[in-house]
């Protein structure tokens, strides 16, 4: 777009402007710029959006991991792109399911060297009136969408065993999806002095995983599980994670210690105030998003 200026001389009784710069003067002549500017932003952004390469591939498995979990198992034997962008634990994608434009973020629960063989696994939530429920509903053989995995994940490479021989893991509910991909990964856990994870869950009925926990146990992990509402008889931990942590808490080296936290943002803010206050530093307490 171009203006001309008119050069016609000035009447003797108009009253003569102070000179403007350019841009003042077309910020003058044009004063709807800032919308026009906003509009193609706005433009700008659906075009990013609808560039989003999804990869269809479809479902190798949809059973209950625990009471309103569930293990979704996606087949990516035709998808080996995908299968490969995902290259650390702790990242994550976006899933769609079919007829519904809205996606899901989705942090994978399987280790990078499961994606090596052509798998991708879930731990998903169902919750009513949600994508995750629409998710939690399908069969083996239906087909969903998936983005290539997003996110840098857990930087374990940052706290070798020999300097950070302290790691605490914290996770509530299907929080614990990533830090499944962590164990599962292999992090030196057997090369470390003291690595627990504080592991929170309303009851056991809504625990995922405790098939898993001798095998985590194997490699080095301490399984602290917390229970907010505990059935009759449970000697364990009791209340939220952050409190379990406050009161089984001993004695460490903050210097020597990291942290992991994947969950409940309310706890994952509580755990970060602790350990933050106890001189842990900021970069060596791991979140996934």
Known sequence: ??????????????????????????????????????????????????????????????????????????????????????????????????????????????????????????????VEGSIAELLCGMKKGDVVELTQAMGKGFEIDQIPPENYPTVLIFATGSGISPIRSLIESGFNADKRSDVKLFYGARNLDRMAYQDRFKDWEASGVNIVPVLSQPQDGWTGQSGYVQAAFSRAKQAYNPLSTAAVLCGQKQMAEEVTSILLADGVASEKIMKNF
Not at 7 to 33: D, E, F, G, K
Not at 77 to 94: C, I, N, V, W
């Open 1 to 126: 777009m171009s203006f001309t200026i008119s050069q016609t001389p000035l009447a003797p009784h108009a009253h003569l402007s102070p000179s403007l710069p350019p841009m003042s003067i077309l910020r003058r002549l044009n004063p709807s710029r800032l919308t026009l500017r906003r509009r193609l932003s706005t433009v700008a952004a659906a075009v990013r959006q609808d560039t989003t390469l999804w990869t269809p591939a479809p479902l190798s498995r949809v059973e209950p991991a625990a009471e309103s979990l569930f293990h979704v198992r996606v087949d990516l034997s035709d998808a080996p792109d995908l299968a490969s962008s995902y290259t650390r634990p702790g990242q994550y994608l976006q899933l769609r399911v079919p007829d519904v434009e809205k996606p899901s973020f989705l942090a994978i629960a399987s280790p990078p060297a499961l994606a090596a063989k052509g798998v991708f696994e879930f731990l998903v939530k169902s």
